[in-house]
């Protein structure tokens, strides 16, 4: 691990990760090991590159990035789109600030939104319906949970809770994600702040637009779907990103949940996670600022 700084709280969010990894290569298999084979080399080699240059070591944060990034990707993403998505999200959303602690933009979400917006026709057909234990090795095409609410069809609770349903490789695992959560709490890892804020924010105004809006997706079902949770317990929690104290997590996390559940119900997009979060991390420096306690 000489490659690597030691940095103990990064350690503690690919611990969470983990057991999300591993569930899903249950359903995905060779198509999981695959995207990360392309996505950890060059998103280490990216940042490597840079680093010595300086005289540094590659940070550990690095491998947290290219977890959360291969895990937000669709199952049938490129391997060659995942390898440029990991590259700018790297050198654009972190190297480019001066490395890690200096970087404005959660490079992970970054990544995700530019190849989502560069190749939009590969990241919006890329879903399928996973059979646990075939390693997708048996698998069909679908539209994702959030596609379907639209066209008011919805999935049991069961299967979303438990992930049989099609979705990005890691977001579908709900139960883990309430697990890894409670672990990032616990270990004062992740602001809970943050992900009780983004999440309540959430709920309150899809209640809301489910009960005026008859276009609306049920409430329960809505929350469950998409990347909402993942995205609330290992994303909008990111030390640097996010804000530091603790009116301004609150109310970062309400910038996010609320922008969440506007652009599902109003944009073209059947998921907003990734501008909102990105949203929220253009507004922390401020909120921390104006929220700090002002020294007589």
């Not at 680093?51 to 940070?59: N, P, Q």
């Not at 917006?117 to 057909?125: G, Q, V």
């Not at 697990?179 to 709920?203: D, E, M, R």
Request: hydrophobic share 50%.
């Amino acid at each position: 691990m000489a490659l690597f700084q030691k940095q103990p709280m990064m350690r503690r969010v690919l611990y969470a990760l983990i057991p999300i990894y591993i569930y899903s290569l249950f359903f995905y298999g060779v198509r999981l090991l695959w995207l990360s084979l392309f996505v950890f080399t060059f998103g280490i080699i990216s940042e490597y590159i840079f680093e010595k240059k300086k005289g540094k070591k590659v940070s550990e944060a690095v491998l947290v990035t290219c977890m959360l990034y291969t895990l937000s990707l669709p199952p049938l993403t490129p391997w060659w789109i995942a390898t440029i998505g990991i590259i700018f999200g790297i050198v654009f959303a972190k190297e480019a600030y001066g490395g890690f602690g200096r970087n404005i933009f959660n490079p992970a979400i970054t990544a995700r939104l530019f190849v989502y917006i560069a190749f939009p026709s590969y990241m919006t057909n890329g879903w399928m319906i996973p059979k646990f234990g075939s390693f997708g090795l048996d698998t069909t095409t679908s539209a994702t949970p959030l596609a379907l609410l639209k066209e008011s069809q919805i999935l049991s609770l069961k299967d979303l809770f438990l992930g049989f349903r099609s979705g990005s490789l890691g977001e579908s695992a709900i139960f883990l994600i309430i697990i890894g959560a409670i672990y990032l709490i616990f270990t004062k890892t992740a602001s809970w702040k943050i992900i009780v804020s983004t999440i309540s924010s959430a709920f309150i105004l899809t209640a809301v637009f489910d009960i005026f809006i008859p276009s609306a997706p049920p409430t329960i079902f809505a929350l469950l779907s998409g990347s909402l949770l993942f995205v609330s317990v290992f994303i909008a929690t990111d030390p640097i990103t996010a804000p530091k104290n603790s009116k301004a997590q609150v109310i970062y996390g309400i910038i996010i949940g609320v922008s969440i559940v506007i652009i599902r119900t109003f944009s073209l997009f059947a998921e907003g996670t990734s501008f909102a979060v990105l949203l929220g991390n253009t507004f922390a420096p401020f909120l921390d600022h104006v929220t700090k306690k002002v020294k007589k």
